[in-house]
């Protein structure tokens, strides 16, 4: 799979949307963006995914870069529910398909 | 949908016993599931693949005699710490994906001190 580049941590004021980059430049064809959030001492939540059009759900926004190698995270009206490591994952299709998860985002948001 | 559950969700044990950590999907079918261990301010690392009907698949590093895995059924796979000591103590955390979509979705995981 290929590697991600996150920044370490970012902070957000609530009500503000939050937009988290994650470089993927060695990404394949193949390979799909994923994105799940771990809020402290629970398991991984999954956000969204995409392969190349940006893609929207109720938790957030995914925008993919026309050439792939990089993407963006927005969650429109941060919360302080949102305080989480968010992870950038790129992974070929199928439930075989392991994830492998770097060291992520510490999203911190403030009041 | 694509509810993943554990069990326990807390284990505390002495050193040297073993340990059953039970992770179900809960609204639908998985042949292959994932387990992961998280240390203290770390990231997730993938242990092993759980493949139903058929026989585990450790990463690198990780000793197989020691986490046994069997994954019963379409909807439950077992991992076992045997022999269990302090340093075995991490956040243990299981995956599955509906097949039809193929998104992995995490339990809630399980925390286990050996003392």
């Known amino acids: 799979d290929a590697k991600t580049t996150q920044p370490t941590s970012m902070d957000c004021a609530e009500g503000r949307a939050a937009n988290l980059p994650c470089n993927h430049s060695?990404?394949?064809?193949?390979?799909?963006v994923y994105w799940y959030r771990q809020i402290h001492s629970q398991g991984p939540q999954y956000i969204i995914h995409?392969?190349?059009n940006n893609e929207t759900n109720e938790m957030a926004s995914l925008i993919i870069t026309e050439d792939r190698k990089s993407s963006t995270l927005i969650l429109p009206h941060a919360t302080l529910r949102d305080t989480a490591v968010y992870y950038c994952?790129?992974?070929?299709?199928?439930?075989?398909?392991?994830?492998?998860f770097g060291t992520g985002t510490r999203l911190q948001v403030t009041l | 949908g694509a509810v993943v559950s554990q069990h326990p969700s807390r284990v505390i044990c002495k050193s040297g016993t073993s340990v059953k950590i039970e992770c179900r999907s809960l609204d639908f079918q998985a042949t292959t599931m994932f387990w992961y261990r998280q240390f203290p301010k770390q990231s997730l690392m993938l242990m092993a693949t759980s493949n139903e009907g058929s026989k585990a698949t450790y990463e690198q590093g990780v000793e197989k005699d020691k986490f046994l895995i069997n994954h019963a059924s379409l909807t439950l796979s077992t991992l076992t710490v045997t022999s269990a000591h302090p340093e075995d103590s991490s956040f243990y955390i299981c995956s599955a994906g509906p097949g039809a979509r193929e998104t992995q979705y995490f339990g809630p995981g399980t925390r286990l001190l050996v003392l």
């Open positions: 995409g392969l190349k």
């Open positions: 060695t990404i394949s064809g193949n390979e799909y």
């Open positions: 994952i790129v992974r070929v299709r199928g439930t075989a398909s392991k994830l492998t």
